[in-house]
């Protein structure tokens, strides 16, 4: 079986999956999910994984882990995890520390600080191999970008209902630590989706197209194919009390089968204010000067 395989059934649905959006519409709100997601190649199970978000009034997090599974293992043993942490501010997330780690054929950490959309500090063990048909990274590719967890949040501006075409409609700066890459999606069409366990609802379904910049390798397979291919599709659902929505379905096809990421189970439900320290007391009686 061609090494492409365990390309294609884990790190590239990671990397997809991880390099959709921010953009500068406002949060709104709070929220929490808590997700399963299954990822299969050809309808054989290869990897699972599950996923936390939690959107406060003044901070967020989101933290994800998976691991190779059934037919997949005897190609790959590969697991990872990987997380973030950030304010809220005026609506909008702001990434502050991301990290990820990844175990396979294939392994490494990253970490990076961050602020303003700039990369502050970044370790990244091993540092990728030298090599003549690799693009280098510049300080310039650390600018303005988004870490892939914070990307995954994306928020939807206006009043009304959070699942429209506009929410497709974004061109995506995306810098995981080792390679700065775009990804642009445009509107496809509205779709339903249905939970084992949690959400089943209207979902809009984006495609999407990857434009590698820096810290890749041109001559790969699977950085060409990703680049010619325009079936790359994304579901995506609301965070209940937001105005977010996060992927839910990931499909890729590949010259195996279609590879999909998918949930399983995706419970999500908004979060009351904390209440004032300011205007109450631990007894809930008004507090002095109220």
């Known amino acids: 079986m061609p090494r492409t395989l365990t390309s294609f059934g884990l790190r590239t649905l990671a990397a997809i999956i991880a390099g959709l959006a921010l953009s500068a519409a406002p949060a709104c709100a709070q929220g929490k999910v808590e997700a399963r997601y299954s990822a299969t190649l050809g309808g054989i199970p290869i990897g699972s994984g ?101 990307a995954v949040l994306m928020p939807v501006g206006g009043k009304g209902d959070v699942l429209t075409a506009e929410a497709c409609q974004r061109k995506l700066p995306i810098f995981d630590g080792r390679q700065r890459f775009d990804l642009k999606l445009a509107f496809k069409r509205m779709d339903q989706v249905e939970s084992e366990r949690g959400y ?10 990857y434009e590698p910049i820096a810290g890749h390798r041109p001559g790969r397979y699977v950085i060409r194919y990703l680049q010619e291919t325009r079936e790359l599709e994304i579901w995506l659902v609301p ?46 009686r008004p507090a002095r000067g109220s």
């Open 200 to 209: 089943s609802g209207g979902a809009v379904v984006c495609s999407g197209s």
């Open 50 to 150: 599950t996923w936390v978000i939690d959107i406060a009034a003044d901070h967020y997090m989101a933290a994800a882990s998976g691991r190779a599974s059934g037919l997949m293992r005897v190609f790959a043993s590969g697991e990872g995890s990987s997380a973030v942490r950030g304010l809220v501010k005026r609506g909008r997330l702001l990434p502050g520390s991301f990290a990820v780690n990844m175990r396979s054929h294939d392994s490494f950490d990253v970490r990076m600080e961050m602020s303003g959309g700039n990369v502050k500090d970044l370790v990244s063990e091993p540092p990728l191999e030298p090599s003549p048909d690799r693009v280098p990274l510049t300080e310039a590719h650390r600018k303005g970008i988004v870490d892939p967890m914070t």
């Open 239 to 284: 965070i209940a009390g937001t105005r977010i929505v996060v992927p839910y379905r990931v499909s890729i096809p590949t010259f195996f089968g279609i590879a999909i990421l998918q949930a399983t189970q995706f419970e999500t439900e908004a979060q009351a204010p904390a209440p004032s320290r300011a205007t109450s007391t631990p007894g809930g």
